[in-house]
């Protein structure tokens, strides 16, 4: 019992529905359904019913979903394993072998100087890429005041200076 608590815990942070996680929700579901049918025999309560089915239609569609992950989750290992056999294959036509995977190998001067010139074109990019992306100058422009004498500074001041000025 120890060790399905144990995997019960680890398979929930596990992606993906794992048997033990299933196990889990199916043996619930089905607790969930004979507590209604008791209390459905107890109060002869047709509320019970409603529950139960939508309960069912829930247990139905979480087993449903879990199916569907494990055929998409099957599907992309078949790609993958495609995709593998395929690269494999491009290496056998090409004529490198893993032994001579060790001669094609650079040295590490060529690793810098290949990593210096891929910098270099990638900054020049970005530049080009920025002054494309630079508003156009439309020359300076202000903005109009919409408050008539308002600065826009918010000091109480120049209120006060208002209301001595309308009493004179």
């Known amino acids: 019992m ?17 048997p033990t996680l299933l196990l889990a ?6 607790a969930l359904q004979f507590v209604f ?10 509320h019970f019913v409603a529950l139960s089915i939508i309960s069912a239609g829930l247990w ?8 569907e992950v494990r055929l998409a989750q099957a599907a992309q ?20 072998d ?16 290949r990593g210096k010139t891929e910098r270099l074109a990638t900054a020049t990019d970005m530049g080009k890429a920025s002054a494309r992306l630079q508003p156009p100058e439309l020359g300076s422009r202000k903005r109009t005041s919409t408050g008539g004498d308002s600065s826009g500074y ?14 004179a």
Do not use: C, M, Q
Not at 37 to 46: D, N, R
Not at 60 to 67: D, G, K, L, T, V
């Open 154 to 167: 918010g000091s109480t001041d120049s209120e006060w200076e208002k209301v001595d000025g309308n009493k």
């Open 2 to 18: 120890a060790s399905f608590v144990e995997e019960l815990w680890s398979s929930v942070f596990t992606p993906g529905p794992t």
């Open 60 to 67: 139905y569609s979480i087993n449903w979903f879990a199916h």
């Open 25 to 30: 929700t199916n043996v619930t579901f089905a």
């Open 37 to 46: 049918f008791a209390l459905l025999l107890a109060t002869y309560s047709l």
């Open 98 to 113: 893993s032994a001579d995977s060790n001669a094609d190998s650079e040295t590490e001067t060529e690793s810098i100087a």
């Open 77 to 96: 290992d078949a790609e993958k394993r495609a995709e593998a056999d395929a690269a494999d294959g491009r290496k056998k036509e090409s004529g490198h």
